[in-house]
């Protein structure tokens, strides 16, 4: 038998419930997905997604970042634990903090972030209330990888749904929240097994499917 291939050691950086972080859990627990969740480290002890990832038997790490002097100060310190993991890959799932560029520049190329938008529409908060607002008949999530701008950097794949003449913010929520819960494996294989090449802003995919696999179509739900 031959030995399985290395898997890359993800790090999920987290400030809340985790659903993202879960969605990569779950791949991950597939032998052949090239990336192991090696760590949930979160800014906010109280995340409750520190328990499920300790439920599913993952290390994780809280560092409060109220208890730090400064932003640099903060992230020092989750540099020095993700290097003491030897952390390969970091995944932002819902990680509610700006990070510096002095950070970012150390992870360039191997850090990945979703949103609950189309990028480059609606960077920031409040997303799906503001395509509400816009009366957009399109709306969805995006992965990309991250630079110092926020929510910029290049797109490695997207999900649109519809929206629809009932729609909450709630209800667009949830139904762009379950394809975030299928793009950001997606998006996390293809990176981990070494498939992403960045052209400027452009990613490009090769292999198996190359064109397709990173778009996923509007679906109503
Ligand atoms: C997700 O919708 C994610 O896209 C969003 O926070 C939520 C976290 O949910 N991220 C951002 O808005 C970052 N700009 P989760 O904790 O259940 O994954």
Redesign the pocket.
Known sequence: MSAAPSRRRVAVL????????TSLIAAAKDPSFPAEIALVLSNRPEAP?LATARENGITTVAIDHKHHLSREDFERAMQEVLEAHGIELVC?????RILTAWFVERWTGRMI????ALLPLYR??H?HERALADGVKLHG?SVHFVVPGM?EGPIIAQAAVPVLDGDTADTL?AR??AQ?HVIYPLALGLLAGGRLTIEGARVRVSGEAAQTSALVAPQVA
């Open positions: 987290i400030s809340g419930r985790g659903s993202n972080m997604g932002l799932a819902g990680f509610m972030n979703i949103h609950p920031g908060l997303t999530a929510d929520g762009v929240l975030e």
